[in-house]
């Protein structure tokens, strides 16, 4: 017998003893839980269609391992717009091995995880977690906000007379606290590493305004 159910906005056709894959489950390695999203079961050409899912159809499966999917990479350019993103996700994995396709309503052999006290425990310690994540997350979100260089005082330059910074590029240097020739000129290595991995400009990008930089901070 098989059945096709759906999880995590995916389908798939499964059979007793199937190991699969789908998107994570909140549950212990060894636990028992049941997938009630069964669109079609049969066995055959003896096939049943549920409208949208088959009344009484469960699918039970043991949950062996969790873990991640593999990286992907989404990167966009735009060219000769000095602008470069780079975005990594790893989905959240759940291996489970089906144990049994119920039909009618009947019962498994083996208890599903008592969701209900998995659910309250949770809810418990999500509440006495809540105020500590909040405020890290706010220190996070401060962190993330602080400019990479704090400006000096004074009159910025105007850092679109270096070639290569259009209008674009010198906003957001100077969002990041580069306001002046003097600043550019005096970038370390270290600096220059600093802004290739927060910013959308390359390392030898960097330089080069460095190197231009030197000599307009020297008139």
Do not use: C
Not at 118 to 128: F, I
């Amino acid at each position: 017998m098989f059945a096709v159910i759906k999880t995590g906005g995916k389908q798939y056709r499964v059979a007793a003893n199937d190991l699969l894959k789908i998107e994570k489950v909140e549950a212990s390695v060894g636990d028992i839980v049941e997938i009630g999203h069964v669109l079609a079961h049969g066995e055959g050409e003896n096939v049943t269609f549920g409208a949208p899912f088959v009344d009484g159809a469960v699918v039970t499966a043991e949950v062996v391992e969790q873990g991640k999917n593999r990286t992907v990479i989404a990167f966009k350019k735009r060219r000769r717009q000095n602008s470069r993103r780079k975005i990594g996700h790893r989905q959240l994995l759940t291996t489970v091995r089906i144990s049994e396709i119920l039909l009618g309503g009947a019962k498994p052999a083996k208890k599903a995880a008592a969701k209900a006290e998995v659910k309250a425990e949770a809810a418990t310690e999500a509440k006495a977690e809540a105020a500590p994540k909040k405020e890290a997350k706010a220190k996070a979100a401060e962190t993330a906000a602080a400019p990479l260089f704090k400006a000096p005082k004074g009159e910025p330059d105007d850092l679109t007379v270096i070639k290569g910074i259009g209008p674009v590029a010198a906003k957001d240097l100077n969002e990041q606290g580069i306001i002046t020739f003097a600043q550019l000129a005096k970038l370390t290595d270290k600096d220059v590493a600093k802004i290739d991995e927060h910013m959308p400009f390359s390392a030898d990008q960097i330089k080069d305004w460095r190197e231009q930089a030197k000599e307009l901070a020297a008139k």
